[in-house]
Structure formats: C-alpha cells, structure tokens
C-alpha cells in the first residue's frame, strides 16, 4: 500500500459535474483529491480486503439473528421498544438488503481493523462507482498510469444488478431523501439512473413530502402510495418521527429493510467482539459502563450509538483530537479500542469497503489529517497496481 503523489487534470471540476459529481467541494475545500492516490497489491485486496468484509458480512447477519429474538439486546441497541417488533419482523419476512460498507483501518501490512459498519445510508456510493472509475481510465489512457492497472471497484454493475434481482419484474419504486443536502440528492440520482438501467421506474420524493393517506399508508405529494421505496435516511431518526406509529401500517418495502436498524448501530462493535473475541478484522469493544472495558487502558475511542462523519466521537487519553460536537449521543455510548489510521505523509486513510447484496463489490478511500474521519474528509481515488 503506498500513497501515490500525481498531478491533477486540468479539467477535473468540469468532468465531475458534467457526470453530476457537483458537491466535488464541502464548506469551499476540496472534497474530491486526486493530487494523490493509494495504490495496493491485488494480493493485498484478494487477501486482505474482500475476505474481511465478506466474513464481517456474514458475522453480522449471524448478530442480527440473535438479536432479533433478545428484548434485552434490543434494548441495549435503543431500538425504540414500541418498534421491536417491527424491526424484527422484516428479519424475518427476509426483506433483502441492497449494500452496506464497512470502515476499515488498514496499512497494507496487518490485517484490516473495523471501524464502523455503515449499513444503512452509506453516502460515497456514487463517487466510489463512477469518478474514481472515470479517473482510472483517463489517467490509464493517458499514460499516467500503466495499461495493466485497476480497481476493487464492480459497484455500478453490482447494484444494477442488485437492483434487477430485487426488482424481477420491473416495477414502480419511490426514491427518497433531503432534497436540499445537494450530496444526498445526487447520491439519490444515481442511484435512480441505475434503477432505469435494470427496468425500474424511480420516482424522487423528497423526505419531508411524504404524507398519510386516510388507509394509513405513505403518499407523495401527488398522492401516488409508496409500496416499494429506496430511503436515504437513517432508521435510528425515522423510528422516532412523528409518523413512526404508522410505519407497520404503511407496509412499504424499504430501502434499506427496517432490519438494517440493528447493523447501522456502533453497538454491534462490541456484540461482535464479545462473540467473535480476538477475531482479526476485530477491535476490542465494550458498551460503555461496562466494568470490562478497564481492559482498553487509558486510550481508547468513545462513540456514540449513533453518530455520522466522525460526530461526537472522542479520543481519550491521546493528546488534543478536537471532538466534532454535533448533538449525538443521548441514546449511549460504546468505547473501542485505539487504533489510528495509518498515517502516510502526514495523512490518514480510512479505507471503506462495499457489500452489494452479500458480496464485496469496491472500495473507496477517505482521508483526514486527523486520526477521526470527519465531515471534511477527502475522496481520494486508488488503483490496484499489476
């Protein structure tokens, strides 16, 4: 795994948005940065990479089973109690999933150490399938890169397919989101264009513009009822809105499934741990409170339950890592052992890597200059070397 130093094209702001990649910027700093790559082995990501996030795949389905079946773990999740029910019973109706990425620690050394699971609005999909995967081939095309390099990267043919396989016949699916987070919508129109692609009909609603129809169910704006629907929203805020009473009524299928609540949740880091003690791909993790988490020392990571882009998190016992203070963390906290990213010239990749359906499908690489990924970290793009 190296970090590779590269001049950028001239015209790369003009080639994102021509594709609809238009929030290439944050808070006026460059989110996209292809001024550097990471280049690995492909034994590296057939080794190391893919088997780690196929076998974390199947250990949290495993972790979602039992759970489903224990109010005590339920609880410990803050799965709202009026709503167990209802998150169980997608599991067991076995409501499908269609991607997932899994936060990783890697330095092309040791094995890959999680960070986090994002199971259920896991943003970056669509840089991480297309302007990377652009950028590879132009840079190949133009000699910067060898004829023979590559990606870990099938996503946009793994979730048209997944899309085809969800949706056999074709059919009528709602895609939702905030229609004023510029990322969120585009994300959101990717993934509609890939939805025509495998025979659907999207149609865009934005989230605060659903409402209830006199039977109980879910309605856009032009009062066409949500049966099937993609959401770009987490679980952990839509079990607790006021239309949350309505959700079993409602029987839409969800995007992703109500299920996805469990694995969404920074609990399962230490659920997994105290089942799966040592494992590799694992690190040490414990709900806070508990009378073992002694065992991490005086450094370790505190996280709240739920928490995006690096929010709430703190490093204790390690110097002066500012907290991103944005409000989360009233439904508890888990504690986690330190592990830093790895830091090459002064930088820190976090390495994320995607489940289309059950199959690892890509990577895309975030990186900070601190030691916690926050919301200004950078896409940078990474090519598999021959």
Not at 248 to 255: C, T
Request: glycine share 8%.
């Amino acid at each position: 795994m190296r970090r590779l130093k590269l001049t950028p094209r001239p015209d790369w702001q003009a080639k994102a948005e021509a594709v609809g990649f238009v929030y290439h910027h944050t808070d006026g700093q460059a989110y996209w940065d292809e001024s550097v790559a990471y280049a690995f082995t492909l034994k590296q990501v057939e080794d190391d990479l893919e088997p780690a996030a196929a076998e974390l795949h199947d250990l949290c389905l495993d972790l979602v089973d039992e759970v489903v079946g224990s109010q005590e773990l339920m609880e410990k999740l803050a799965i709202p109690a009026e709503h167990r029910d209802f998150v169980a019973g997608a599991w067991r109706a076995k409501q499908p999933s269609l991607y997932g990425r899994f936060d990783f620690g890697y330095d092309g050394l040791s094995k890959p150490k999680l960070y986090e699971y994002n199971a259920d609005t896991p943003t970056s999909v669509f840089e991480a399938a297309t302007f990377q995967w652009l950028w590879l081939e132009e840079l190949i095309a133009n000699g910067t890169l060898p004829a023979n390099a590559d990606q870990f990267n099938s996503l946009f043919e793994a979730l048209r397919e997944r899309f085809k396989t969800l949706f056999p016949t074709g059919g009528f699916v709602h895609f939702a989101s905030d229609a004023e987070s510029v990322e969120d919508r585009q994300t959101v129109r990717f993934l509609e264009d890939l939805a025509i692609q495998a025979g659907l009909d999207p149609k865009f609603v934005a989230m605060n513009a659903i409402g209830l129809n006199e039977e109980g169910q879910f309605v856009d704006r032009e009062g066409f009822v949500l049966q099937a629907a993609f959401k770009l929203y987490p679980w952990e805020h839509m079990l607790r809105e006021p239309y949350a009473a309505h959700l079993v009524s409602a029987d839409v299928r969800w995007l992703e499934p109500p299920w996805k609540a469990i694995l969404s949740n920074k609990g399962i880091l230490p659920l997994l741990w105290e089942r799966h003690k040592g494992h590799p791909n694992l690190l040490e993790a414990y709900f806070e409170g508990d009378a073992a988490a002694s065992a991490l020392g005086s450094t370790f990571v505190r996280k709240p339950l739920f928490s995006r882009e690096g929010a709430n998190v703190e490093v204790v016992g390690a110097g002066d890592e500012a907290v991103l203070d944005q409000g989360y963390g009233e439904e508890g906290a888990i504690v986690q052992a330190y592990h830093p990213p790895p830091e090459f010239d002064g930088k820190r990749p976090v390495v994320g890597a995607w489940i289309v359906g059950a199959e690892p499908a890509g990577m895309g690489i975030r990186e900070d200059d601190s030691v916690v990924t926050k919301n200004l970290a950078r896409f940078v793009p990474h090519v598999i070397e021959g």
